[in-house]
């Protein structure tokens, strides 16, 4: 059962980790499907690219590949149904920049300096390499203006999600129906809390996405 709950919990964690990443667009490869200049999707001003689909897409491709090894064959492809999950995740992403927005909550200069200063990425010897940092959005075809911009968005983002998360609440009745050890009951515990969090996030895109105009053109993935 713990087995089952963590590996639920850690795939949506992940996924949300690996689709959040899409806004910066990092790690520019071979992504030509069909037509990656294609509109997948519209959250209201906010697009949803072909390109930035299949980017996402792969990246949760290799994931679990590299996870699952030779386990991860066509049925287990189909049973996470990764187009269609990706696709979700992609627009909860943008309803929650767009949720954001609204409310005000915003990234300061200050904040996304201090992200970007902490990235690994971007370090050498332990300490922010501003050579490094302009060689790599080079090499990766951006500008300095291009990825803060995305990277803004990204941190906007996880802001609202945190403040969202701080209402998760777990009810005590949930684990007086389990029983183990302290070290068995502090994991589940974790996991559920988690569980949790997650739900309210889903809630929260679910109630905020009625307000919204959503367009989908999955034609675009085929």
Same mark, same amino acid.
Not at 8 to 29: E, N, P, R, T
Not at 162 to 187: F, V
Not at 213 to 220: C, G
């Given at each position: 059962?713990l087995?089952?709950?963590?590996?639920?919990?850690?795939?949506?964690?992940?996924?949300?980790?690996?689709?959040?990443?899409?806004?910066?667009?990092?790690?520019?490869?071979?992504?030509?499907?069909?037509?990656?200049?294609?509109?997948?999707?519209?959250?209201?001003?906010?697009?949803?690219?072909?390109?930035?689909?299949?980017?996402a897409?792969?990246? $949760?491709?290799?994931?679990?590949? #590299?996870?699952? =090894?030779?386990?991860? *064959? @066509?049925?287990?492809? &189909?049973?996470?149904?990764?187009?269609?999950?990706?696709?979700?995740?992609l627009i909860?992403?943008?309803?929650?920049?767009?949720?954001?927005?609204?409310?005000?909550?915003?990234?300061?200069?200050?904040?996304?300096?201090?992200?970007?200063?902490?990235?690994?990425?971007?370090?050498?010897?332990?300490?922010?390499?501003?050579?490094?940092?302009?060689?790599?959005?080079?090499?990766?075809?951006?500008?300095?203006?291009?990825?803060?911009?995305?990277?803004?968005?990204?941190?906007?983002?996880?802001?609202?999600?945190?403040?969202?998360?701080?209402? $998760?609440?777990?009810?005590?009745? #949930?684990?007086? =129906?389990?029983?183990? *050890? @302290?070290?068995?009951? &502090?994991?589940?515990?974790?996991?559920?809390?988690?569980?949790?969090?997650?739900?309210?996030?889903?809630?929260?895109?679910?109630?905020?996405?009625?307000d919204?105009?959503?367009?989908?053109?999955?034609?675009?993935?085929?």
């Open positions: 059962m087995k089952a709950m963590r590996q639920h919990a850690k795939y949506f964690y992940v996924l949300f980790f690996i689709v959040i990443l899409s806004f910066i667009f990092w790690g520019v490869g071979t992504v030509d499907k069909t037509n990656p200049a294609g509109i997948v999707a519209e959250v209201e001003n906010q697009t949803i690219t072909a390109e930035e689909f299949w980017r897409h792969d990246r $949760a491709f290799n994931f679990y590949k #590299d996870i699952y =090894k030779e386990k991860f *064959d @066509e049925e287990m492809q &189909k049973k996470l149904n990764l187009k269609e999950t990706i696709l979700n995740s909860e992403g943008k309803v929650l920049l767009v949720a954001a927005k609204r409310q005000g909550i915003s990234v300061s200069d200050e904040e996304l300096n201090e992200a970007i200063k902490n990235e690994p990425a971007f370090m050498k010897n332990g300490a922010f390499d501003n050579e490094i940092y302009l060689n790599r959005l080079r090499l990766n075809r951006f500008t300095p203006e291009v990825y803060e911009s995305a990277r803004r968005q990204e941190l906007t983002v996880s802001k609202l999600r945190r403040i969202i998360e701080l209402s $998760a609440s777990l009810p005590d009745a #949930d684990l007086a =129906k389990l029983s183990g *050890d @302290e070290n068995t009951m &502090k994991q589940i515990r974790e996991t559920l809390i988690n569980s949790a969090k997650e739900q309210s996030v889903r809630a929260y895109v679910e109630g905020f996405k009625k919204l105009k959503i367009k989908i053109n999955k034609d675009a993935l085929s």
